[in-house]
């Protein structure tokens, strides 16, 4: 099983890389949710090729790259399939009486192409930073501290999850099991994830009094240096202003 | 002087009922090194989470410097005690090492200058220089555990608790501790309380032993401890092989006075008994050495 280690390649050296954290965080997000909002199909393609194109900016493995990808797209694949039958308008061809729509196909595609680039700038975003960093920066940008804690929490607590899970997993085939789709294997299988949370309770409880007693009171006290340069606001404007010009692309062909 | 530990008639019980504490009394001095021992289950890891506050206990039974620490400001209660657990991923929950070691400093609310000096002098104290940019899911068991350790000597606590710090340890490592834990003993008057179940390696941790069963059963020097076999089998414990060894001697005709614990004391003794018997040591066998090495050998045997 593979760990979800999404800055594996945050020590490489690229523009992306050295883009000031908090300047990076913010320009992303805002490139995100401006090319989320794209409608033409044609621009879309161009801000996926533009989002590629950052990505190789930034030097990350790209096998790697699709790899952490592919959940994301797995997840929204099913709209690529429904949406060709599900919007009306005008109809391609049927099959077995059901209509396969133009304007299905075409917002089935947008979807994907949507979600395809914001996936890839987040992960891009996440995997040019070490998530200390990301995090140290959320709380930098004053975003709510439980709900960093609940990130960086998440994350350094989904290893211990996954290896607690492998050392079950093997302390049980160890022992002669093996998954078969019967009732047996279900219940052995329920009681695994069952036993997985327990433990998670506990080890939260326990992180929480080794916390407490480090004085720990829900305040929560990093230390931060982060400096922009020149070079960060250059960015942050050329990638503002390509944004920008996506916009008005697409405003023009309207 | 105020002891550095007071404990007095301490009952606790867990939530489903388990009866893991009663009436345990213990009393430390300032600059003593304690271990705690004890069978599985005893109850070491319920008395340490009461010298940390995280279980309460309202009657004031537990006092640190003569106050009790239910009573205590969080701020003045991480600078008087600290302690380690034994499973180090639980107490390493932030992204990389350095915040790890830095986060109780910022809690008690250290200048920066001053935490950075902190984090540095405590990832140094334990071996881990240069591991300040590593993240815990990265690093071996044994490194986990030194870098908890250290995440709790940056608080720079006056009682340093530590819960089984030996366990999983290589024997250099193990070795490492033993120094570190010494000299912090030495050098900054900082008083140990140490649970293990490493009988060998507890003579240099030592000054006085508590054996704890629920309640506490015994007390005393590492050397009262394990001269009585009953006590020591009667709680799953063992005495240190060479402890047996010279015992096992005696029987040969050594007329060694005291049975030593560690090699250096037994260099000692030898050298003693030896030139008490003008530089000679005479080894003999008669028909009943044997019955003797036997019954000291089932007197420690489970
Ligand atoms: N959270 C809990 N809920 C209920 N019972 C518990 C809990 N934690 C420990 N116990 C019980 O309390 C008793 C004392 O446990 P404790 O962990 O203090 O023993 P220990 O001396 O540290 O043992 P070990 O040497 O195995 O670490 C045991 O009987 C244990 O089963
Ligand atoms: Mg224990």
Known sequence: ?254 | MKKAISITSLNYSYPDGTKALDDVNIEVEQGEKIVIMGPNGAGKTTLFLHLNGIIRSDDGNVKIFGSSIGDMKVEDRIKEVGVVFAEPDDQLFMSTVYDDVAFGPLNMGLSEEEVGRRVKKALATVGLEGFEERVPHHMSFGQKKKAALAAVLSMEPRVLILDEPTANLDPKSKADLIRVINDLNRNEGVTTVIAMHDVNALADLADRVYVLNRTIVAEGTPRDIFSDPVLVKENNLDAPDLFKFFKIMRCFGADCSQTPMSIDESVTVMTKMIESLEGELYLTVDENTHSLVNEIIASYRH
């Open chain 1, 1 to 254: 099983m593979k760990y979800p280690e999404i800055d594996k390649y945050a020590e490489l050296d690229s523009v992306i890389h050295r883009f000031d954290p908090r300047a990076k965080i913010i320009t992303f997000t805002l490139l995100i949710f401006s090319f989320v909002f794209i409608e033409n199909l044609g621009v879309a393609f161009l801000t996926l090729l533009f989002s590629f194109f950052i990505l190789l900016l930034s030097k990350i493995p790209l096998g790697f790259m699709f790899d952490r990808m592919k959940p994301g797209l797995i997840f929204v694949f099913p709209f690529l399939v429904i949406m060709p039958f599900a919007v009306e308008g005008n109809v391609l061809f049927s099959i077995y009486g059901l209509n396969i729509t133009y304007e299905g196909v075409y917002y089935g595609i947008l979807v994907f192409v949507r979600a395809a680039t914001s996936i890839m700038f987040a992960l891009t975003m996440l995997g040019t930073t070490k998530m200390d960093v990301t995090m140290k920066s959320l709380y930098s940008l004053k975003v709510p501290a439980p709900l960093v804690q609940t990130l960086m929490f998440s994350y350094r607590y989904v290893f211990v999850f996954i290896d607690e899970f492998i050392s079950m997993w093997t302390a049980m085939t160890s022992k002669g099991f093996k998954l078969k789709a019967n009732k047996h294997s279900l219940s052995v299988v329920g009681n695994i994830v069952g036993m997985l949370l327990v433990r998670s309770c506990e080890r939260a409880e326990r992180v929480h009094h080794s916390m407490s007693s480090k004085g720990y009171t829900g305040e929560s006290r990093t230390i931060v240096k982060f400096k922009m340069q020149m070079t960060d606001y250059c960015l942050v404007a050329f990638l503002v202003g390509i944004a920008l010009i996506f916009k008005m692309y697409e405003m023009s062909l309207l």
